[in-house]
């Protein structure tokens, strides 16, 4: 393969790096700056990015300048992180806060690169490139979480975020340089040789050590307890639109980020109890049990205390926070199996919850144009007004919970699979226990958006009668206050709950994802 | 065996001369001004003594930020001039290796006139009062 040709592969981030050097130029150089306008910039380099990602879906995977790796596993990833900062970028044009702010270029310019550094870090087999695009991933975090000015609960919730974030990355970069020391080596395929030769000599702590330190660094992305203080204060300080960017894109990407690394570091462990059964028993080591169960006690608290927390909370975006954590441990479940199973339902119910959660941010997002207060409190009665929006944060909600018509039942149907198929009883039943703890919280906001505070009774019907029907949106004339019309957030909405509904069959996404992670294991 | 170590005195020594020699051809030709505060040992102002719990100035940081670029400008292109005349004859990269290293210097150019125009490389704005700003200050 020729340079020009290698370069060719890399064209979607650099595609995406366009259009945050274009966003940056045409900031300095247009006087009269619309946020609209660069937003559609924003959406168009985007699009192209994502136009180059899609064919790569059934690819033959490759390996660029022995340190990209563009296969299908890394396609199906970055288009999700394409996916969500196009989200977050429709959302903030609808978003009411700060709407005369000078930061929305930058808003856009830190997005791209946010989603840069998250395309960089799951389409590496380098373990520093991964570091690096985690770092271009974290600090243009830190500054959309900040990025409007004279907002203190925004500089706050930065100012945690960039602490936990420097103290877990530091200790994720300990581990790499342990994994440097084990391997001689930063390539993800030689360090996983190594891992087995370590293991097969019986240093298993050699091993252990710097894994865990490694999972420091994904924890912290992912909101896993205990690395999760951040995410309330930080989801409660900045805006809705980020607040989705943190839990639907960064956290994703950095699910299957680790899930590459421990697929390739253990790949000998893994492979070895399938292919290889005459000496696999030998092979396997006590080690791969110990971490199992580090990471399925991981999974357990996350769960339980996100589930629990959330029951108390009155702000939206923290009781979703909680809800975040909580759905994290249940992506940490899957993969502390630390199988093909477990990997492919993790990244499946990964995919399922991208939908999910982001629809449930921009339904909260609708609703908090509506009411101007994001706390529980304020959705009082407004399910009777926007009965097609309250209905979807319904779905939504009921997909966040697991209930059957939405993808989020199938989705967590295979995590339980596949944490019971290896033996795992009781972290299935603290799974069981978390989802029922969420019906609680999630049913309180749609009692309030919908059983407290009726309007009149005839409003009432009317509206009952407005929802049953579902054609209009009939409710919205009798409303007292007009209410403002956001066509692109109900766009949106309607995009995630019909997305949420129809992937109750995971079937085609499963065949997708199979591919993928067995690509990732037998690399 | 040792003589290779010449190679370092030689290079200390013209390191030596160079921040010597910098330092007497720059008293040749600058004013003198004798008084406190030339004295000083930190010439951005900063008070040498007392409790390190004080407020720094929020322009040290893009400062810094702003040398980094530079910094790391010089660090990156160092080793790309040092093999750019191999790679331009070689048949597989050839200009690709001219056009990669003006691209690397044209990004990091647009974010020094990001800085320039945002004025962030002026030490004494003062207190900025743009329009929509009003209760800045």
Same mark, same amino acid.
């Given at each position: ?41 924003? !959406? ?8 180059? !990602?899609?064919?790569?879906?059934? %690819? ?8 990209? #790796? ?29 709407? #005369? ?34 770092? %271009? !991933? ?153 971490? #199992? ?7 357990? &608290? ?30 940490? +479940? ?101 989802? !029922? ?9 749609? #009692? ?15 509206? +009952? ?28 909405? %309607? ?6 509904? &129809? ?21 | ?137």
């Amino acid at each position: 393969m020729s340079y020009a040709d290698s370069l060719r592969l890399v064209l979607p981030e650099v595609m995406v790096a366009c259009g945050l050097l274009v966003l940056l130029v045409w900031d300095l150089i247009v006087p009269k700056r619309r946020y609209w306008e660069s937003a559609v910039v924003a !959406l168009s380099f985007l699009g192209v990015a994502a136009a180059y !990602l899609i064919p790569r879906l059934s %690819a033959t995977p490759v390996t660029v300048f022995a340190m990209v #790796r563009v296969d299908a596993y890394a396609a199906i990833f970055q288009l999700v992180v394409v996916a969500a900062a196009a989200t977050t970028v429709i959302m903030n044009v609808s978003n009411p806060r700060f709407p #005369r702010d000078r930061g929305r270029v930058e808003t856009q310019v830190l997005l791209l690169g946010a989603t840069l550094g998250a395309m960089v870090m799951v389409g590496t087999r380098h373990l520093l490139m991964m570091y690096l695009g985690f770092e %271009a !991933l974290s600090l243009s975090c830190y500054a959309l979480v900040n990025v409007h000015k004279r907002d203190r609960a925004g500089a706050e919730a930065a100012m945690k975020f960039v602490v936990y974030g420097a103290l877990s990355s530091a200790v994720m970069l300990y581990g790499i340089s342990l994994f440097f020391g084990l391997g001689g080596s930063f390539d993800l395929g030689e360090i996983g040789v190594a891992v087995s030769r370590t293991l097969a000599a019986g240093h298993n702590f050699q091993v252990l050590l710097p894994t865990l330190l490694l999972l420091a660094g994904f924890g912290y992305k992912m909101s896993l307890v205990p690395f999760h203080w951040w995410s309330p204060d930080v989801y409660h300080g900045t805006t809705t639109p980020i607040a989705s960017f943190l839990a639907t894109g960064s956290k994703i990407v950095a699910l299957a980020t680790l899930v590459r690394v421990l697929a390739a570091l253990f790949a000998g462990e893994i492979a070895g109890g399938a292919i290889d059964v005459a000496s696999g028993a030998a092979a396997l080591s006590s080690m791969v049990p110990d971490l #199992r169960l580090f990471l399925a006690i991981g999974a357990a &608290l996350s769960m339980l205390l996100g589930s629990l927390a959330a029951l108390q909370q009155q702000h939206l975006r923290r009781l979703l926070a909680y809800s975040s954590i909580s759905h994290a441990g249940f992506l940490l +479940a899957a993969v502390a199996m630390l199988g093909a199973d477990g990997f492919d339902a993790a990244l499946l119910y990964g995919l399922c919850y991208a939908v999910m959660g982001s629809g449930t941010f921009v339904a909260v997002l609708y609703f908090c144009n509506q009411s101007g207060a994001d706390e529980v409190a304020s959705l009082r009665g407004l399910g009777w007004r926007h009965p097609l929006a309250g209905t979807a944060l319904v779905i939504l909600l009921a997909g966040l919970i697991g209930l059957p018509p939405t993808a989020g039942f199938s989705g967590k149907l295979r995590l339980l699979q596949a944490v019971v198929a290896e033996g795992y009883l009781w972290l299935a039943l603290i799974m069981v226990l978390a989802s !029922l703890l969420s019906a609680f919280y999630s049913f309180r906001i749609v #009692r309030v958006l919908f059983l407290e505070d009726r309007p009149s009774a005839d409003a009432a019907v009317a509206s +009952a009668a407005a929802t049953a029907s579902g054609a209009s949106t009939a409710g919205d004339a009798e409303a007292p206050t007009a209410p403002r019309r956001l066509p692109l957030l109900v766009l949106l909405l %309607a995009v995630f709950t019909a997305a949420t509904l &129809l992937l109750l069959d995971l079937d085609p996404l499963a065949a997708l994802t199979e591919l993928a992670v067995r690509d990732l294991i037998y690399w | 065996m040792f003589f290779d170590y010449a190679n370092v005195f030689v290079f200390a020594l013209g390191g030596a001369v160079l921040v010597f020699g910098g330092m007497w051809l720059g008293s040749l030709i600058r004013p003198k001004r004798e008084g406190e505060a030339g004295l000083e040992p930190y010439e951005c102002g900063e008070k040498p003594i007392g409790s390190a719990w004080f407020r720094f100035d929020i322009r040290y940081y893009t400062v810094a930020l702003v040398y980094l670029l530079f910094a790391v400008e010089i660090a990156f292109l160092f080793p790309w001039a040092r093999v750019l005349k191999e790679a331009l004859a070689d048949d597989a990269i050839g200009g690709l290796a001219l056009v990669e290293g003006v691209v690397f210097i044209l990004v990091l150019a647009v974010g020094l006139a990001y800085v320039w125009r945002k004025g962030d490389l002026d030490w004494v704005r003062g207190i900025s009062h743009t329009p929509d700003d009003p209760e800045e200050g």
